[in-house]
């Protein structure tokens, strides 16, 4: 599933072509995704200025000038087309703007989402209301992480994935965190100190805005909208590397929480 940084990659790759253009054409190649489309989405999208873009957690916003948001999930291999040479049997909505851009939601597995969303109402939207702050916001400070873990015996790890307490946060990502900031996986929350969680939270800026500038990890079926492949992969220190050396001497260790799986160091993380 492509995680906050490709979805932000997206979005800043959609924002060159789409922003303040007026919508010529929308068309709807099925009826549903994940769920099914709303009723009115291509009436509603046709004839409407993109005033913005945005992204909230690993879901993509199109801000429209009739006071609606389009919000996209790429689900498990989603990706946005701009200008594809040629029409692709799993191009299930399509965006063409007055200055000839066309834009395809491509979707093979079908586990992406479109919403239409009134735009004043976005952080009452069931999916939205109950997050935590964005990890790249000024929102995300060590006190909240602090306040949220108080008293809680799940592993950190666990509790980082917690949508309620970080939003967007993916596994990639809080492996590569943790280990950054040195702290174990299998700590509990509750355990970890105020200066501890102030390492945390600038490793997870770090690790998201490296990820970003790289155009994200690539993981599976993901690719930018432009087609270009990420390779923040190939930086990785623990994820996906059990067995081989950390940087500190000892040996990347792969153990399995909460049914996935955690890559991560026990000799420099404690």
Request: glycine fraction near 10%.
């Amino acid at each position: 599933m492509p995680e906050l940084p490709e979805v932000e990659t997206t979005v800043r790759g959609l924002a060159h072509v789409l922003q303040g253009q007026r919508l010529t054409r929308v068309a709807a190649h099925r009826a549903d995704l994940r769920r099914p489309f709303p009723p009115d989405l291509v009436q509603a999208l046709t004839g409407a200025h993109v005033s913005s873009l945005g992204r909230r957690a690993k879901y993509g916003l199109i801000h429209i000038d009739r006071g609606q948001t389009l919000v996209f999930h790429l689900g498990m291999s989603g990706r946005w087309r701009i200008d594809p040479a040629r029409p692709d049997k799993h191009d299930h909505f399509v965006l063409e703007t007055e200055s000839g851009h066309v834009l395809a939601l491509n979707d093979p597995r079908r586990f992406g989402s479109l919403d239409l969303v009134p735009t004043d109402s976005l952080a009452q939207w069931p999916q939205f209301a109950a997050m935590g702050p964005e990890p790249l916001g000024e929102d995300l400070t060590a006190r909240h992480l602090k306040a949220a873990f108080a008293g809680r015996r799940q592993a950190i790890k666990l509790l980082l994935l917690d949508q309620r307490i970080v939003a967007g946060l993916g596994n990639i990502y809080v492996c590569e965190a943790l280990f950054r900031a040195g702290i174990s996986p299998e700590r509990a929350g509750g355990s970890v100190s105020l200066p501890a969680l102030g390492r945390l939270v600038p490793a997870i800026r770090q690790v998201l805005e490296e990820s970003i500038a790289d155009g994200g990890s690539t993981l599976r079926d993901f690719a930018r909208p432009d087609g270009e492949l990420g390779y923040f992969a190939t930086r990785f220190h623990v994820y996906g590397r059990e067995g081989e050396p950390c940087r500190c001497g000892g040996t990347v260790r792969r153990i399995v929480q909460g049914g996935r799986s955690t890559w991560y160091c026990p000799r420099c993380q404690k």
